[in-house]
């Protein structure tokens, strides 16, 4: 079983909808990061945040630590939002401030017009 | 140079073949990473280092090795490529207690 878990691994909407990624862990960490990957790109960080919420625009990231979970949401989506988005997590006994990642299988979010 | 920096974007290299992959960062940032990503797996760590001078071994290393010479360098080379070793990598650096920054990746082909 993986550490790390992410559903839906595909998501398919319309425009204008709200769109929510799930991520669950099974490992204490010290930070969960959210990552945006478009077809055939690099790979961007989004969010990084070990308790509480983050916005950013429309993107919001949550985490409950005492649940092992954390929530991608997009409002308002649109098709430039079509991406892979990818869950990772800092293992909390690395016992350094630089994180080693480990990650989830990414979700494939699709938008259409 | 903005941010960091990957080079050759792609490579087609005959198994057997020693292949190294650059990574250069002008963030001077401490820590830099290996990555490689795959169809089904996602992305796994092969190889990291907290500061110039010092690597460690991720999830998967073997195959792969890495040196620190400087803050700004971080190569990782094949030493014999073998078709397994076929995969999208990726190089990154952080700050302490920071959101990684990649780069835009390496698509290498093992035949």
């Known amino acids: 079983k993986n550490e790390v878990e992410q559903s839906p691994q595909n998501l398919t909407a319309q425009e204008g909808e709200f769109i929510t990624i799930n991520c669950s862990y099974s490992?204490?960490?010290?930070?969960l990061h959210w990552l945006q990957q478009h077809p055939g790109g690099g790979i961007v960080s989004l969010f990084m945040l070990s308790s509480g919420k983050k916005k950013h625009g429309r993107l919001i990231a949550t985490i409950n630590i005492q649940e092992k979970h954390s929530s991608l949401h997009i409002t308002a989506s649109h098709p430039r939002d079509s991406a892979v988005y990818i869950c990772?997590?800092?293992?909390?006994?690395?016992?350094?401030?630089?994180?080693?990642?480990?990650f989830g299988q990414g979700t494939i979010l699709t938008v259409h017009p | 140079i903005a941010g960091i920096t990957q080079a050759p974007t792609s490579q087609i290299l005959a198994a057997g073949r020693r292949m190294t992959l650059r990574c250069t960062q002008d963030?001077?940032?401490?820590?830099m990473y290996w990555y490689r990503q795959d169809l089904g797996l996602g992305l796994r760590l092969i190889h990291y280092s907290n500061t110039a001078g010092t690597t460690g071994k991720g999830e998967v290393p073997d195959g792969y090795s890495v040196s620190r010479a400087n803050t700004d360098d971080f190569p990782l080379t094949l030493a014999s490529a073998v078709p397994s070793q076929t995969s999208v990598y990726f190089c990154a650096s952080s700050g302490p207690n920071q959101p990684q920054h990649f780069g835009d990746g390496t698509r290498l082909s093992i035949l």
């Open positions: 963030m001077r940032h401490n820590a």
């Open positions: 490992v204490g960490i010290s930070a």
């Open positions: 990772a997590v800092v293992d909390a006994g690395g016992g350094t401030s630089y994180g080693k990642l480990t």
